[in-house]
């Protein structure tokens, strides 16, 4: 069983930054692939940024490539998502997910089995 609990999240202006922080618990946290998820007001949750166990593999959504960055620390059992140059339309709650296969981060045909509660990102213009 591993529970995720999301925090960093608030109101920013437009181009500004903030970090997300996932926390986890669980001893087998290094062997999890992580990701982090957004569901906009109105739209479904869409896709990130994943990271790998070993951190071997990183993706990333069109939208988030070039201004988000998704790093973990296993020793902390904890996995960011720094937001830079953010926009109006990065506006959604983040929600950090974890799942063994990787490919159910960055596929949406089978979402991942374990997710926060989610933090709520707001980017005013």
């Known amino acids: 069983q591993v529970q995720l609990v999301e925090s960093g999240g608030g109101l920013v202006q437009a181009g500004g930054s903030l970090r997300l922080s996932c926390a986890t618990s669980g001893r087998t946290f290094s062997t999890y692939n992580m990701g982090w998820f957004r569901q906009p007001p109105g739209k479904e949750r869409d896709f990130v940024a994943a990271?790998?166990?070993?951190?071997?593999?990183?993706d990333y959504a069109d939208s988030a490539k070039g201004r988000f960055t998704i790093s973990r620390d296993n020793a902390k059992k904890m996995v960011f998502l720094d937001m830079n140059s953010l926009k109006p339309e990065d506006t959604a709650v983040y929600y950090c997910?974890?799942?063994?296969?990787?490919?159910?981060?960055?596929?949406?045909?089978?979402?991942?089995?374990?997710w926060g509660q989610g933090t709520q990102v707001t980017v005013s213009s």
């Open positions: 997910a974890a799942d063994l296969d990787y490919m159910r981060l960055v596929r949406a045909t089978t979402p991942p089995r374990y």
């Open positions: 990271v790998s166990w070993s951190s071997g593999r990183i």
